[in-house]
């Protein structure tokens, strides 16, 4: 199964995404996390898209079309995967669809993570994840059961994004209004598109996409 969570920035589509990679064994493809490793390791990429991604403005469509066609490249057939954060302009849902083509595969679903915008930056701006194995978390919504280690690798370290300030957090949902929400009419018009509330806890937000994924 090849889905997309789709939503704005600090909607939950990167939490979501964890818990199915843990739940069904399916693949997290997000462009975000792709590029930020770009930047962690020095590449020319990385260097290229810093101060774009630092402004809060998308990077170009090639760069991240390119980047999920590798990354398919080196998954099996049977590994489902979960995009997360692409499409985000109607010339990446073209090239989705091609690259899909390309792979064998084709879209299952869509789920539109919905939100109120308000409660976004709050999300945001409290995020941190863990510094090794990269789990995220919230002050507030998400701790760490003991305070201060990873849940999951008992690291003692924890990070927060450059792009995780109130002005940044502004301009990527201004992004995401003019050049993202325009292409949920193309998934919708499929019949391929289901909404989930998005501001009902983590655990209730993963049960609703379960019973999507499951036809219930
Ligand atoms: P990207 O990394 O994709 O960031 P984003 O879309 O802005 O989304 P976030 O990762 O901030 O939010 P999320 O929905 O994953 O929320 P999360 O689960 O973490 O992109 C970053 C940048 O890279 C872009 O600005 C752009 O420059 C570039 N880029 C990436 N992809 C691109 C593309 N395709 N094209 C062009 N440029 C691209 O949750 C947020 C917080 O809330 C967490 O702390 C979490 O614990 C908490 N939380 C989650 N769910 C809930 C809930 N239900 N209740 C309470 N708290 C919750
Ligand atoms: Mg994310």
């Known amino acids: 199964m090849n889905i997309i969570l789709l939503g704005p920035p600090g909607a939950g589509k990167g939490t979501q995404a964890e818990r199915l990679v843990a739940s069904r064994g399916m693949v997290q493809l997000s462009t975000g996390d792709m590029l930020r490793a ?6 020319p990429l ?11 403005a998308l990077v170009s469509d090639e ?3 390119a980047l999920i066609d590798d ?11 979960i995009f997360d954060g692409y499409p985000r302009t109607a010339a990446q849902a073209h090239s989705l669809d091609t690259i899909l083509a390309t792979h064998g595969r084709r879209l299952d679903r869509v789920v539109e993570l919905e939100v109120d915008e308000d409660a976004l ?3 945001i701006v409290g995020r941190f994840s863990c510094a090794k194995c990269g789990t995220n978390y919230h002050e507030k919504f ?6 201060g280690t990873c849940d999951v690798c008992g690291n003692h370290e924890f990070k927060r994004r450059p792009d995780d300030n109130e002005e940044t957090v502004r301009t990527r949902m201004a992004e995401y209004r003019a050049k993202t929400a ?4 193309i998934y919708e018009a499929r019949g391929i598109l289901t909404r989930v509330d998005g501001m009902a806890d983590i655990d209730h937000v993963s049960a609703a996409i379960a019973g999507v994924l499951d036809g219930k």
Do not use: F, N, W, Y
């Open 38 to 43: 770009a930047r962690k390791a020095d590449t």
């Open 182 to 185: 325009p292409i949920i009419p």
């Open 46 to 56: 990385g260097h290229q898209v810093a101060a774009v991604m630092d402004s809060g």
């Open 71 to 81: 990354k398919l490249t080196t998954m099996t057939e049977d590994q489902g995967a």
């Open 63 to 65: 760069i991240v079309s």
């Open 142 to 147: 998400h701790r760490p059961k003991v305070d």
């Open 121 to 123: 930056v709050a999300r």
